[in-house]
Structure formats: structure tokens, C-alpha cells
């Protein structure tokens, strides 16, 4: 089994991402809730993290663990939004997975 493996599957990952643009007040946390669970849902393994407004009013910070082809998946989804939503640039980064995490909510 590699490092961060599942007993039963992939690699576990960490993506981090800071979404930019007009992204708060607008729904984008429920939205990554939503895109999250939805994903979790359709592929039988959880995203777990978290999603939260930072101090600056303009960005979103995503933490989210699970399988790299399911954070992939989120991190496509991350450019888009609900509808009111105006992403204008994403930041990703990738890293070791810390298991903190119970469920993915927002902060």
C-alpha cells in the first residue's frame, strides 16, 4: 500500500485552492459543499475538508482530501460557481493528505 492509501483504493491527496473574484455572499461555499457531496456520491468515496471566506472579502479557500481524480474533478467545478458567482482566477496547490477531516463543510 502506498503512503496516504485507502486500505481499499487510491492515494489520498490534499488540494488546496484559493478561488478569487466574487465569491463570497454569493453561495460558493454551499456550492462547494454541494459539488463535493455530489462527487463523493457518484464515485462511492468521500471529498472531505472544508470551505471558507477569507478576511480579504474576495476569496474562497477549498481544503479538500479524497482519491486525485475526485479533487480534479472538484477543482474543475471550483471555476465555475453558483450562477451570481464571478471566479476570476483559481490557485491550486497539492500536497499530502492529514485525514483531519470528518465530512466537507464550510467554515
Same mark, same amino acid.
Given at each position: 500500500?502506498? %503512503?496516504?492509501? #485507502?486500505?481499499?483504493?487510491?492515494? %489520498?491527496?490534499?488540494?488546496t ?8 455572499? %454569493? $453561495? &460558493? !461555499? #454551499? &456550492?462547494?459543499?454541494s459539488?463535493?457531496?455530489? *462527487?463523493?456520491? +457518484?464515485?462511492?468515496?468521500? *471529498?472531505?475538508? &472544508?470551505? !471558507? ?14 482519491? !486525485? ?18 471566479? %476570476?482566477?483559481?490557485?491550486? +496547490?497539492? $500536497? ?5 477531516? #470528518? ?5
Open positions: 500500500m502506498s %503512503v496516504g492509501a #485507502d486500505e481499499d483504493g487510491p492515494k %489520498v491527496e490534499r488540494l485552492a484559493r478561488v478569487h473574484g466574487f465569491v463570497q455572499g %454569493v $453561495g &460558493y !461555499r #454551499d &456550492y462547494c459543499m459539488v463535493a457531496a455530489g *462527487i463523493g456520491r +457518484s464515485e462511492g468515496r468521500a *471529498i472531505s475538508g &472544508y470551505a !471558507r471566506n477569507m478576511p480579504n472579502g474576495s476569496m474562497v479557500e477549498v481544503v479538500a482530501e479524497g482519491p !486525485r481524480p475526485l479533487l480534479e474533478r472538484l477543482l474543475r467545478e471550483l471555476h465555475q460557481g453558483p450562477r451570481i458567482a464571478e471566479v %476570476v482566477k483559481v490557485e491550486a +496547490s497539492w $500536497g499530502a493528505a492529514s485525514r483531519e477531516f #470528518d465530512g466537507f463543510r464550510w467554515r
